[in-house]
């Protein structure tokens, strides 16, 4: 497909992000799988029905505009979600495991942000209102997920992890480490 019009470019990146959100629907079994917190467990899986109507969510914006979203594969998504698997494949503690996952996943949601917020404006700007508030609805639950990653971060996971390998972590005062008592 030559990129002729913004229209063109509208369509290829939907496709593109319809690649990525299929990709996402196989992977995000695995990161629940590999995570021990659940709370992370849970929000892996509750993405990943929320993912599936990202999915038909593109299909009935393609079906509106004319478009076969099949066709195109997501190299950014692919890369993504290798250094995810990556991160799976390490020796980690639990904790530090979980945490290394959240990072992979808030790269994919930060991703799939942007490529959302610029279908969108292309759809607003093209006069394609109905699929503009769609690809928003989208945008906002990727952004919502993205803070609900963020909260559990540096509420629960990243503390655990700061002490999962018996350094206590930094003291504020002095900048010293301490041996954690077992």
Request: with cysteine.
């Amino acid at each position: 497909m030559k990129l002729s019009s913004l229209e063109n470019l509208l369509h290829d990146n939907l496709k593109d992000l319809y690649s990525a959100e299929n990709q996402l629907v196989k992977a995000l079994p695995k990161m629940a799988k590999a995570s021990s917190t659940p709370q992370l467990r849970a929000g892996f899986t509750e993405h990943l029905a929320q993912t599936r109507v990202h999915v038909q969510r593109l299909e009935q914006v393609c079906k509106q505009l004319g478009v076969n979203p099949k066709g195109k594969k997501c190299a950014a998504m692919e890369g993504l979600i290798e250094e995810g698997k990556e991160m799976m494949e390490q020796d980690a503690a639990p904790a530090v495991m979980d945490a290394g996952l959240i990072a992979a996943a808030q790269r994919v949601e930060h991703y799939e942000m942007a490529g959302y917020g610029c279908v969108r404006t292309w759809a607003e700007q093209l006069g394609h209102q109905a699929e503009a508030a769609l690809l928003q609805k989208t945008y906002e639950e990727e952004k919502a997920t993205d803070e609900k990653l963020s909260h559990l971060a540096k509420q629960v996971v990243n503390r655990e992890a700061e002490e999962g390998d018996g350094v206590a972590p930094t003291s504020k005062k002095t900048g010293a480490k301490s041996k954690a008592k077992k």
